[in-house]
């Protein structure tokens, strides 16, 4: 008796194993766009680093990612349960925050790459250990606050996958994607922004005759590669903000939404583009618009305290 119970019991185990698996390849697939731009947005907030100072600050990130995750997770499911309608209206608030840091990080890049005397009279370059500790410092809290938006766009795609699961399963399927996630994206900034390393180390191989020449020809690509890489993702990073930002928004508001839906079944085959398109054009529009609203209210809080 008591060894049927114990085999019985494992026959439990063996199938919650398979739906929480199931739910987390679900959940997985339906975040790998958000993935993505995670993975440009966070490879951005590095850019501009020391070498040296590149993987402390990913780990910074990462153990700041972990804590965000740490309190989404009971957030969310206490919500879901509460409150749901809440949760379009925080992730619409992320959305226009994401937007508008997109468009600061754009006037960022054009200040900071004008050409001439003017690229060296405008440009802030931090010099001293202690300007490099802030800049530092702001760089980890900044990418912490994005990360936070779009470790909640996960964990909320997620939600909705397991929302008809026991409540366990939804736990236990909620903490395996935040950590998969969050192992993923970092693993990979961590590879990107030490490409030029593997670069300077496969140059220097000892290695002989053809295969010597191709692992140091490799080598020579990737430390001429890392930098148009990693420039690269700082641009992706930053149009990824509006995409995703403006995603929330569009998604968020039902007559935004189906007028998008129309449009994009009316492109046929350039749906997908189109769709894409559009939520990018609505979260440049928000992001300009709540700069604009910040700085206004900055000017007039300048004026009134004169």
């Known amino acids: 008796m008591a ?3 114990f085999f019985a019991l494992l026959d439990d185990i063996a199938a919650l194993l398979d739906d929480i698996s199931l739910m987390s390849k679900v959940a997985a697939k339906k975040s790998a766009s958000v993935l993505s731009d995670d993975l440009a947005v966070n490879a951005e907030q590095v850019t501009g ?7 402390p600050v990913v780990w910074a990130v990462f153990k700041g990612s972990l804590r965000n995750k ?6 969310a499911l206490v919500l879901s349960a509460v409150l749901p309608a809440a949760v379009k209206w925080l992730l619409m608030a992320g959305g226009l925050y994401l937007c508008y840091e997109g468009f600061e990080a754009i006037k960022d890049k ?5 050409s001439g005397e003017q690229a060296r009279s405008t440009r802030s370059v931090p010099r001293t250990p202690e300007e490099l500790a802030a800049y530092e410092q702001r760089k980890v809290k900044g990418a912490i606050k994005t990360d936070f938006i779009l470790s909640a766009e996960i964990i909320v795609i997620t939600l909705n996958v397991v929302a008809e699961a026991p409540l366990h399963q939804q736990i236990l399927t909620l903490v395996i994607i935040a950590l998969l996630m969050t192992v993923g994206v970092y693993g990979l900034v961590a590879g990107i922004v030490r490409l030029d390393d593997a670069g300077f180390a496969l140059a220097k191989s000892k290695a002989q ?27 992706i990073g930053t149009l990824a903000m509006f995409l995703v930002g403006g995603t929330f928004i569009g998604e968020g ?4 939404e189906h007028a998008i839906e129309s449009l994009v079944a009316a492109s046929g085959a350039w749906g997908p583009v189109v769709k894409y398109g559009l939520f990018g054009v609505i979260g ?11 700085g206004g209210v900055s000017r007039l809080r300048t004026s009134t305290a004169h």
Not at 49 to 55: G, I, N, P, S
Not at 70 to 75: F, K, Q, S, T, Y
Not at 284 to 294: I, K, P, Y
């Open 49 to 55: 680093m020391k070498a040296d100072r590149e993987l």
């Open 3 to 5: 060894g049927s119970s």
């Open 70 to 75: 740490a309190i989404l997770v009971p957030c």
């Open 209 to 235: 005759g053809v295969w010597g020449r191709c692992v140091k020809a490799l080598g020579r690509g990737l430390v001429s590669a890392a930098p148009l890489l990693m420039k690269a993702l700082s641009w």
């Open 110 to 114: 054009f200040a900071r790459e004008p």
């Open 284 to 294: 440049a529009v928000a992001g300009c618009v709540v700069a604009l609203v910040v």
């Open 253 to 256: 508001i039902a007559p935004l």
